[in-house]
């Protein structure tokens, strides 16, 4: 399970950004999570829950954006989503595409006090 390692880390992150910004309390703790990043979003939630105790994250609330894999046909340079797991432009029908969102795994923002 890497989401608890993932949830560390973004912890850290977060937490280093409080000190910075002078806060004491994190209020909330935004993701973003593409679709493709393995992430499964119960398990990151769970270990949010794990990682953040005796922290000034304890009562933090976890907000997650999931993000839709969206992807570009560099032949008719259309953006969609994929129907299935092929990958291939619905108009055209190539396979040359790019995956241009639905891989992130970031932090969108952060409330502190």
Do not use: W
């Amino acid at each position: 399970m890497h989401e608890v390692a993932i949830m560390q880390n973004a912890l850290d992150i977060a937490l280093q950004q409080a000190h910075l910004a002078g806060g004491t309390q994190i209020h909330v703790l935004k993701l973003r999570i593409g679709e493709l990043s393995g992430v499964v979003p119960e398990a990151l939630e769970f270990a949010f829950d794990v990682v953040v105790q005796g922290t000034i994250a304890a009562d933090a609330h976890l907000e997650i954006d999931y993000i839709p894999v969206v992807c570009h046909c560099s032949n008719c340079h259309l953006d969609f989503q994929p129907a299935n797991l092929f990958y291939d432009c619905y108009q055209c029908h190539q396979i040359s595409i790019d995956v241009v969102r639905g891989q992130e795994l970031e932090i969108a923002s952060l409330e502190v006090s």
